[in-house]
């Protein structure tokens, strides 16, 4: 039991604080969501020229091959120094690995590079209107046209689709397979044609980072599936399943800084003494903090026992939960300045709704800790 | 970075929970807990074992090892729900070792460590083990004071928690000595600035994070015993661990043991590597466990339905020691007080977190 970093660690992070340093990524532009975007993309340029765009993937694909607790360093460290998230972190988190994983020579050769360096985003094609948590249940269709495969269909809270050249998209390519999750083809889609259709969500925050994209017609060569015709349901849960505990880090991080400011203004005002906001405030400390501790034993457990332990299933599900409790306190506590539009507090209170929807709903977590973790029977 | 057991511990650990379910069933347990006794056998077993010494130094007759083995075998205990004054003596024993002065710990750790005096531990309104203790350890306002047998009386207090024995203690103002002796304590025991009271005493963090081990065994054994009934138990033609609502309750116990074990294992960890880390990661572990102990037991309770609310099954003995042991840590809000406190005082300071 140890938790201090090691010497390599240590090195590690010494090394990218040294970085972060001499690279400020600068003030975020405000209120302009393509200047935002265009401000990470940039980020991601110099995060790759520095050797620090994919700690976690291998060297010979320019990463550096980092162990899971480097990786969390890193995203640790990212959110320390205010730096924001890569612009392509679906590339570096999903569709990079993936490939790497399921793609032929010519794939890796053709995709890696530009996903690390920024220069071609990625979006994920997975969720369709009546296929969210169930995935499998997704009718999008594929028919094969010559050596091309002609896509027709919906997708839905495609992140950055309008600044992506790439979709990770899984679509029906028999339809008559016996079950759901068979006859799904996994392709690599470029979005710049005509068959593309990209229509902004408009969010609760009233931002857009989700759209809806229109397939009609939409060409994909032979040579751009991934993992072979038929195999889309293994490849995407290569897509689903791939490492993303550093990316808890990096929220858990925010989190703290969003507690930390709240503490701060809470004390301005004088209320820190009434001992109700005390409890809640520090209720809050509590949970941040055993978000941390429980995704480090998380990733001991992996690096022990190569797969997540019991633990490993709750953070989402913690986090979410947590982030919602503190932007709501926040409001509690401040009042009109916090409900005001456009301000951060306001922002973070409608955002925050998102968390536990996301990237797999609260109610979907807990029946996946029920059932794969806890072994209890399937739900009736 | 490695947040995991060493394999030692995990030996122990094993060992531990092989020896206590065997020896310490589930019908021992109630033996003992209807005859307001404790289970004499096991309990020399346990002495013969050296486990009241596990965290005193061997120069004084115990084990040598540190907290992290101390919480190890506390969760087991607490997981056996096991009828025994262990955790009063091992952690008494522990916090000396830890924080006592040179005087203090020659005249009392040879007798903890062999099991042959008994100490109370927690406070003058709620003492465990306080009657017929050599020593006591009270966590007396902002500091832990050592009382000799003489100069206090201990009354018997009858709790819910009939696995335990407790006490309430009458002592004067002022009675007995600091443990550790103020400065003369070493660096574990050095002042620190006075925060909310008892939060910031390097014995009292020890302790609290003793109790805080145990309180994990306990909800593990609580869930476990849930996840077995209702996978058993049938209703409308199915196990009813199979409707939502029911699995919706043990994922949760699941989140709130697994807090606990994370902040428990913490303050473990820190209360010997990492003192500059304790007066967090004592009243996060005793925040988490406060809560978590209550909360499982009780939804264990409910998850068995009638029968939970029986004498005859055994859930109820866990929710009391769950109670109890929630109590001697001085309930989870004034943890969590202490914590936005040391978290003001950190923004205030223009610090961030590690």
Redesign the interface.
Known sequence: MDLTFNADETAFRDELRAWLTANEPGPAPHGDEDAHYAWRRDWQRRLADGGWAAVHWPAEHGGRGATLTQSAIFYEELGNARAPLPANVLGLLLAGPTIMTWGTQEQKERHLVPILTAEEIWCQGFSEPDAGSDLAALKTRAVKDGDEWVITGQKVWTSAAQYSKWCMLVARTDPDAPKKHQGLTYFLMDMEQDGVEIVPLKQITGESEFNELFLDGARVPDANVLGGVGNGWKVALTTLMNERSGLAFFLQVRMRQLLDQLIAETAERGLLEDPVVADKLGDLHLRTEVLRLTAYRGLTAIETYGQPGPEGSLTKWMWSDTNQQLTQLAADLLGPEALTAGTPWAFELLRARGNSIEGGTTEVLKNIVAERVLGLPRMR | ??????ED?KEIKRVAHELLAARSSWERVRAAAEGAEYDQALWDELCSLGWPGIAVAEEHGGQGLGA?ELAVLLEELGYACAASPFLSIATAAAAIQACGSDAQRARWLPALASGEATAGIGTRELCADGVGAAVLVLLDGDGVRLLDAADADAAPLETIDPTRRYATIAAEAGAGEPLGGGAAGGSAGRARAAGPSGATDPAADRIRAAIAAEVVGVAQRALELT?AY??ERRQFG??V????A???R???M??DT??A???A??AA??AD??PERVP?AAA?AA??AADAGRSVTASAIQAHGGIGFTWEADVHWLYKRAQLDAALLGGA?R???????L??ER??AGR??H
């Open positions: 970075m490695h947040f995991d057991l060493t511990q992290v996840l209702v996978k199915v196990p661990g199979a409707f939502q029911v699995q919706n043990c994922a949760q699941l989140l697994e807090s074990r994370s902040t294992l913490y960890w820190a590597a990492a967090e996060l925040a988490a809000r943890h969590r007080a202490a914590l936005t406190a978290a003001a923004i205030a961030t977190t």
